[in-house]
């Protein structure tokens, strides 16, 4: 029977051994437990640790079994031999992508800078020998001032463009930028008043070349040494070893020889075609980033030992002459009322060709230093440089005998600077020198391309060829194991 309860529903219970009327409420246990679910009902939500448990369990029952381990073995080893190609590929496309920096951007720019260097340094020289000659100066001292600082304006243009906001030589360019128009300014008030025979041109020059030498040339150095840095940095990382490559390459090939192993003893079956064609895949990639490498890296140091490092120190070399060659003119723009420029010229000197008279390879000076780091294509070239100085530093010295103990001021003048080109002055001497360091330049320059121009486009070619290797290799090894899988069905 049924008797109201509570909100007055009624509940029915049912007599011992009499079956539970279809949609009756569930009686409560002994307790006020809550009853069990019944069968067929909605089953209970598992919590996330249970889950996690299951999918474990679902692995391990599936690794228990032969095909289950298969399966597994070539899932390892795919992701393996893919991430090997691709690892292998990314290590190589940024080497490749540094060693198109130092052909097209780091050496070019510190190539540039070291132009910029030399340009203003001759620039400046240049003004002096036109001064010193007044109204005889040929149009050829001219022109050669004008192109000089045409060069030093195009160049440094050029490098501000090609930097970025925030490299280190954006100060240097900007000061270059500012400084080089008042310096031309500096120079053509002097020129002006030379002609006209004011004396108060000397001063402008004097001041003009002071502002060469405390500003404009410390720039240059400082725009110089700073793209030499992003040369060597990008050489740096153009010549690194991609050990995570290697490492990845040895990690795969034993886990390729371990499957292998495993099969050997439990099938008594010699060779699998896939795991040996994936194995050889893996080694062919290996082998091809070792000797991609090599000769890359031999490339490399090729073009910095025999291309940029002698041209760091040829230019340097360089700049000192010049350097030396501007003392000499500004001694005789001063007509002797200071020996400030005999110092620098005697300065200047003993940084070119060393202190004392060491032997030539042991010398600390600019110049045998340039002898000694430059390729047999150039060492001619530089040697006669260094035999043309020895003649300078002759004629410098009889010059200044005429002016100290003649008193002879024209004609040591004459000795020193003319406008004749036939004439054997300290002028004439310095030309010869000059060419014959800019000959060789010019060697190593191309020297430096044809080692380095081939790198990037060998180390890419190789990028691609290991990424294709690692898929062949992925694909080869579930092809083998797939053969091995099909006997289980």
Same mark, same amino acid.
Not at 45 to 67: E, N
Not at 349 to 356: F, N, R
Not at 424 to 445: H, M, P, S, W
């Given at each position: 029977?049924?008797?109201?309860?509570?909100?007055?529903?009624?509940?029915?219970?049912?007599? +011992?051994?009499?079956?539970?009327?279809?949609?009756?409420?569930?009686?409560?246990?002994?307790?006020?437990?809550?009853?069990?679910?019944?069968?067929?009902?909605?089953?209970?939500?598992?919590?996330?640790?249970?889950?996690?448990?299951?999918?474990?369990?679902?692995?391990?029952?599936?690794?228990?079994?032969?095909?289950?381990?298969?399966?597994?073995?070539?899932?390892?080893?795919?992701?393996?031999?893919?991430?090997?190609?691709?690892?292998?590929?990314?290590?190589?496309?940024?080497?490749?992508?540094?060693?198109?920096?130092?052909?097209?951007?780091?050496?070019?720019?510190?190539?540039?800078?070291?132009?910029?260097?030399?340009?203003?340094?001759?620039?400046?020289?240049?003004?002096?020998?036109?001064?010193?000659?007044?109204?005889?100066? +040929?149009?050829?001292?001219?022109?050669?001032?004008?192109?000089?600082?045409?060069?030093?304006?195009?160049?440094?243009?050029?490098?501000?463009?090609?930097?970025?906001?925030?490299?280190?030589?954006?100060?240097?360019?900007?000061?270059?930028?500012?400084?080089?128009?008042?310096?031309?300014?500096?120079?053509?008030?002097?020129?002006?008043?030379?002609?006209?025979?004011?004396?108060?041109?000397?001063?402008?020059?004097?001041?003009?070349?002071?502002?060469?030498?405390?500003?404009?040339?410390?720039?240059?150095?400082?725009?110089?040494?700073?793209?030499?840095?992003?040369?060597?940095?990008?050489?740096?990382?153009?010549?690194?070893?991609?050990?995570?490559?290697?490492?990845?390459?040895?990690?795969?090939?034993?886990?390729?020889?371990?499957?292998?192993?495993?099969?050997?003893?439990?099938?008594?079956?010699?060779?699998?075609?896939?795991?040996?064609?994936?194995?050889?895949?893996?080694?062919?990639?290996?082998?091809?980033?070792?000797?991609?490498?090599?000769?890359?890296?031999?490339?490399?140091?090729?073009?910095?030992?025999?291309?940029?490092?002698?041209?760091?120190?040829?230019?340097?070399?360089?700049?000192?002459?010049?350097?030396?060659?501007?003392?000499?003119?500004?001694?005789?723009?001063?007509?002797?009322?200071?020996?400030?420029?005999?110092?620098?010229?005697?300065?200047?000197?003993?940084?070119?060709?060393?202190?004392?008279?060491? +032997? +030539?390879?042991?010398?600390?000076?600019?110049?045998?230093?340039?002898?000694?780091?430059?390729?047999?294509?150039?060492?001619?070239?530089?040697?006669?440089?260094?035999?043309?100085?020895?003649?300078?530093?002759?004629?410098?010295?009889?010059?200044?005998?005429?002016?100290?103990?003649?008193?002879?001021?024209?004609?040591?003048?004459?000795?020193?600077?003319?406008?004749?080109?036939?004439?054997?002055?300290?002028?004439?001497?310095?030309?010869?020198?000059?060419?014959?360091?800019?000959?060789?330049?010019?060697?190593?320059?191309?020297?430096?391309?044809?080692?380095?121009?081939?790198?990037?486009?060998?180390?890419?070619?190789?990028?691609?060829?290991?990424?294709?290797?690692?898929?062949?290799?992925?694909?080869?090894?579930?092809?083998?194991?797939?053969?091995?899988?099909?006997?289980?069905?």
């Amino acid at each position: 029977m049924a008797t109201p309860v509570g909100n007055g529903a009624p509940v029915t219970t049912a007599a +011992p051994g009499t079956p539970a009327v279809r949609g009756a409420a569930p009686l409560a246990t002994p307790g006020g437990a809550p009853p069990a679910p019944r069968p067929g009902g909605a089953p209970a939500k598992r919590p996330p640790k249970a889950v996690a448990t299951g999918v474990r369990a679902r692995l391990a029952q599936a690794t228990r079994t032969p095909p289950g381990r298969l399966r597994l073995a070539g899932v390892v080893l795919a992701v393996l031999t893919v991430a090997f190609g691709g690892l292998t590929a990314w290590q190589l496309e940024t080497r490749a992508q540094a060693a198109d920096r130092v052909v097209s951007y780091s050496q070019p720019l510190s190539r540039d800078a070291a132009e910029i260097h030399r340009s203003l340094a001759d620039a400046a020289t240049t003004a002096a020998s036109g001064f010193l000659l007044a109204g005889a100066e +040929p149009d050829s001292v001219r022109s050669r001032y004008e192109q000089d600082i045409a060069t030093a304006a195009k160049l440094i243009a050029q490098a501000a463009a090609r930097t970025t906001a925030t490299s280190p030589a954006q100060d240097s360019l900007a000061r270059l930028n500012q400084q080089l128009p008042v310096y031309s300014g500096l120079v053509e008030t002097a020129r002006a008043d030379n002609r006209q025979g004011i004396p108060l041109g000397g001063a402008y020059l004097r001041y003009a070349s002071e502002q060469m030498q405390t500003v404009l040339l410390p720039a240059a150095a400082e725009l110089a040494a700073a793209e030499n840095r992003e040369l060597a940095d990008d050489y740096a990382a153009a010549k690194a070893v991609p050990w995570g490559a290697y490492g990845l390459a040895l990690v795969a090939l034993a886990a390729l020889v371990w499957v292998q192993l495993t099969l050997f003893r439990r099938t008594n079956r010699v060779f699998n075609i896939g795991l040996l064609g994936a194995t050889a895949a893996v080694l062919s990639g290996a082998l091809w980033l070792t000797v991609t490498g090599l000769t890359t890296s031999a490339g490399l140091k090729q073009s910095d030992r025999e291309g940029a490092t002698p041209l760091r120190a040829l230019n340097s070399a360089r700049v000192d002459v010049l350097t030396a060659r501007l003392a000499e003119n500004l001694h005789f723009v001063a007509r002797g009322s200071t020996t400030r420029y005999a110092d620098q010229w005697a300065k200047a000197t003993e940084h070119l060709a060393g202190a004392g008279n060491p +032997p +030539p390879e042991r010398s600390g000076g600019s110049l045998p230093e340039a002898v000694r780091l430059a390729p047999e294509a150039a060492k001619p070239d530089v040697q006669e440089a260094a035999k043309q100085f020895d003649q300078w530093r002759v004629q410098h010295d009889a010059a200044r005998n005429l002016e100290v103990e003649h008193a002879d001021y024209q004609g040591a003048l004459e000795a020193t600077v003319t406008a004749k080109g036939d004439t054997a002055t300290a002028d004439v001497i310095f030309d010869a020198t000059d060419k014959a360091l800019a000959r060789a330049a010019d060697i190593e320059q191309k020297r430096f391309t044809q080692a380095a121009e081939g790198t990037r486009g060998d180390l890419r070619t190789a990028a691609v060829a290991t990424a294709l290797l690692g898929l062949v290799a992925a694909a080869a090894a579930l092809r083998g194991l797939g053969r091995r899988l099909a006997e289980y069905r």
